[in-house]
């Protein structure tokens, strides 16, 4: 039987993928694993009853779901919770999903170690993001719930950083645009720069959450493209964040394509719009065919048109589909996406 190189194989998967993106079709999955976390975050509510008592998805469930998945083509998917590291399976969970998909992950970096962080790259994961939400670290341990958790992860990023396997690789410091961090996001882009890793941000949702997350008197989006033509480590799209004072002051932005371009899996396998409409499942993939799930889902977003929220998950996508600057977007990708060379260890 002939061996496909691996170079190839990841070539054909990425040419498949930009094909569904041109075609404006599924490329992005939110996938739970579980809801067990570590951190009792103020901006989040998966650690509390009923989620933290959900069982969670098997790396054998996870495989049926990538085989799924891949019907309708390579999916970029985004591997959460909960905190992912604490699944016992979590490094065959990225080798199934790495076999037709991309696999990216967010985490709180509280788990990473040397020898983890390998692994996760060996298995097949593309890029990492760690959370880190203030520079000053009482405040960030205090929005985590936990002492120590900037420090961990700080630690976690260079890890992840210098154990990477390949150059196409990325290491992310992500933050969650709140009420009390805007001033804090330049230092954090420095910081970033001086680790030699990237920085993203993303929109507080208040679905999941009680943290206040209001700057209606601050344009806030003039703000962030400052630092955008600054910073060249700050890689968020944008046309993106040319929306965030719009989506603050409106509570949301219109025309979600949520169940179109992107979907949400919980630990149960339970498809739903997202993760904001978790409440209002389709139906399991680990027991239909995706093709009515979607077809259920895109009926459900047409007679319930969403405009709730302006997250980095529909964000980011619907700006390069269907944003008013493709090219400008699609450069900005690329800045998200492009290689950097490998550390050298000692």
């Given at each position: 039987m002939m061996v496909v190189p691996e170079a190839l194989r990841e070539g054909a998967k990425k040419a498949r993928y930009v094909t569904s993106f041109m075609r404006q079709r599924l490329v992005h999955v939110n996938l739970q694993l579980?809801?067990?976390?570590?951190?009792?975050?103020?901006?989040?509510?998966?650690?509390?009853?009923?989620?933290?008592?959900?069982?969670?998805?098997?790396?054998?469930?996870?495989?049926?779901i990538s085989r799924k998945l891949a019907e309708v083509g390579p999916q970029v998917v985004s591997i959460g919770g909960g905190e992912p590291l604490l699944h016992p399976e979590i490094v065959e969970v990225v080798e199934r999903l790495a076999e037709h998909h991309f696999p990216v992950m967010i985490c709180n970096g509280w788990f990473i170690t040397p020898e983890r962080a390998r692994a996760l790259w060996r298995a097949g994961m593309y890029e990492i993001?760690?959370?880190?939400?203030?520079?000053?670290?009482?405040k960030h341990d205090a929005q985590r719930g936990v002492k120590g958790a900037h420090e961990r992860a700080l630690?976690?990023?260079?890890l992840l950083h210098e154990n990477r396997t390949r150059s196409d690789q990325r290491?992310?410091?992500?933050?969650?645009?709140?009420?009390?961090?805007?001033?804090?996001?330049?230092?954090?882009i420095q910081l970033s720069r001086g680790?030699?890793?990237?920085?993203?941000?993303?929109?507080y949702s208040d679905g999941r959450g009680t943290k206040h997350n209001r700057h209606a008197e601050r344009d806030v989006s003039a703000h962030l493209l400052r630092l955008k033509s600054r910073y060249p480590e700050f890689v968020?799209?944008?046309?993106?964040?040319?929306?965030?004072?719009?989506a603050i002051r409106e509570g949301g932005i219109a025309g979600c394509t949520c169940g179109t371009n992107l979907v949400n899996i919980d630990s149960q396998g339970q498809v739903s719009l997202c993760i904001d409409r978790m409440d209002?499942?389709?139906?399991?993939?680990?027991?239909?065919?995706?093709?009515?799930?979607?077809?259920?889902?895109?009926?459900?977003?047409?007679?319930?048109?969403?405009?709730?929220?302006?997250?980095?998950?529909?964000?980011?996508?619907?700006?390069i589909m269907h944003g008013p600057h493709t090219l400008d977007a699609l450069r900005d990708y690329w800045q998200l996406t492009k290689r950097i060379p490998l550390t050298a260890r000692g």
């Open positions: 579980l809801y067990t976390c570590n951190f009792r975050c103020q901006i989040c509510d998966y650690w509390k009853a009923p989620f933290r008592d959900a069982p969670r998805l098997s790396a054998e469930q996870v495989g049926a993001s760690v959370s880190v939400d203030y520079l000053d670290p009482e630690r976690a990023l260079r290491v992310h410091m992500i933050s969650v645009i709140m009420d009390d961090n805007l001033d804090e996001i330049e230092a954090l680790m030699g890793i990237t920085y993203l941000l993303t929109l968020a799209l944008r046309d993106y964040m040319a929306r965030f004072t719009q209002e499942p389709v139906g399991s993939i680990l027991e239909e065919p995706l093709a009515p799930l979607l077809a259920r889902l895109q009926e459900k977003q047409r007679r319930s048109p969403c405009a709730a929220c302006w997250t980095s998950c529909r964000g980011a996508i619907e700006t």
